[in-house]
């Protein structure tokens, strides 16, 4: 068992910033593919960002490219969401999430949120006007 606390989240305005962290317990971090997903009001879940188990791979959805910087330290457990330059339509419920490492997971299978054994409760991302 793998249990995920998210933090971070709130209220910021148009072109802010936010970190949202993701702390992990349980199981050996290091096994497990890292993810981002959000669910806004009315819309179903969607994959956001993923990193493979050292951080040397990372993927991200075309909305939040260039915007947003997953990492994370193995030491410490934790994955991050870096959010540069939040728009309205990044509000959403924002969920972290983990996937034990094989050999079929790569990055573009790791958008399906079915590949992912453990998820966290969330953490709310509202973006102002």
């Known amino acids: 068992q793998v249990a995920l606390v998210e933090s971070g989240g709130g209220l910021v305005q148009t072109g802010g910033s936010l970190r949202l962290s993701c702390a992990a317990s349980?199981?050996?971090?290091?096994?497990?593919?890292m993810g981002w997903f959000r669910q806004a009001p009315g819309k179903e879940r969607e994959f956001v960002a993923v990193?493979?188990?050292?951080?040397?791979?990372?993927y991200y959805t075309a909305s939040v490219k260039g915007r947003f910087t997953i990492s994370r330290d193995n030491a410490k457990n934790t994955v991050y969401l870096q959010m540069n330059s939040l728009k309205p339509e990044d509000t959403a419920v924002y969920y972290c999430?983990?996937?034990?490492?094989?050999?079929?997971?790569?990055?573009?299978?790791?958008?399906?949120?079915?590949?992912?054994?453990?998820w966290g409760q969330g953490t709310q991302v509202t973006v102002s006007t």
């Open positions: 999430a983990a996937a034990r490492t094989n050999s079929r997971r790569t990055m573009l299978i790791l958008r399906a949120q079915d590949e992912y054994e453990f």
């Open positions: 990193i493979n188990w050292n951080g040397d791979y990372t």
């Open positions: 349980g199981r050996t971090f290091s096994d497990y593919a």
